[in-house]
């Protein structure tokens, strides 16, 4: 089962809202990607977090930030977003990077949450 | 800097027919990953196929192969029998190590695949 789950798939929001995203995957893998995709764009990647720790941060502003509870769980807090930020944005997983070689790694995505920022 | 290149934006093939997806990447690491990902309308990344830079043999998986050439520094994606259900964006990817238990996808501009009936 190579299966990662994202809600909500849609939402629109306020730029004065908070919502958050949110990401689960039960195949035990112990690293959590965000990924930001805009339309007829690949995606770019936001946070990578790495046995729970954050490992990676792009350089993304500060009205998003990602939280990583349990191994099995990612979130996204959105605050105060801009029109701009209404994209696509992915999830993934990829099962041990220590253990082997790094780059052997195959990230797995979700479906997907659509944002909208009005 | 590492980088990968798609230069096919759009491509058109019959039902049935074979398609090669182009896809070249420049990088000094002597260990690297590519990855195909085919990403329908609905938005889902999905994985395809893999191929490490020390694997001696082309991968293959069902009706995807890589066709890869390490010395031009390629990794084609050949899809044999294309079906409607191709249809869709295919991105080809390479994985970088960033730190120790982080790495980063590393995406090209994607290629839009239509399979006519």
């Known amino acids: 089962d190579t299966e990662v789950t994202q809600t909500p798939k849609h939402l629109v929001m306020g730029m004065t809202n908070k919502k958050s995203l949110k990401c689960e995957q039960h195949?035990?893998?112990?690293?959590m990607y965000w990924y930001k995709q805009k339309a007829k764009k690949p995606p770019e990647l936001m946070f990578v977090?790495?046995?729970?720790?954050?490992?990676i941060n792009e350089s993304v502003p500060s009205r998003f930030s990602p939280e990583c509870p349990n191994s099995s769980l990612l979130n996204l807090h959105l605050h105060a977003l801009q029109p701009e930020d209404s994209a696509l944005y992915l999830c993934?997983?990829?099962?041990?990077?220590?253990?082997?070689?790094?780059?052997?790694?195959?990230?797995?995505f979700g479906p997907g949450t659509r944002l909208t920022v009005l | 800097a590492q980088k990968i290149t798609q230069t096919q934006p759009g491509m058109f093939v019959q039902e049935k027919e074979a398609v090669t997806l182009d896809c070249t990447y420049d990088t000094s690491d002597p260990s690297y990953g590519l990855f195909w990902y085919k990403q329908p309308s609905s938005g889902e990344m999905i994985f395809l196929i893999y191929?490490?830079?020390?694997?001696?043999q082309n991968a293959t998986e069902g009706r995807y192969s890589l066709n890869f050439q390490k010395a031009r520094k390629s990794a084609n994606l050949v899809i044999s029998a294309s079906q409607l259900g191709d249809s869709a964006m295919y991105f080809c990817a390479m994985s970088l190590l960033i730190i120790q238990g982080a790495q980063k996808l590393v995406f090209g501009q994607g290629t839009r695949l239509t399979i006519n009936p």
């Open positions: 977090y790495s046995y729970e720790k954050l490992s």
């Open positions: 191929q490490g830079s020390y694997d001696q």
């Open positions: 993934a997983s990829s099962q041990d990077l220590l253990g082997g070689r790094p780059t052997t790694d195959t990230q797995y």
């Open positions: 195949m035990g893998h112990r690293a």
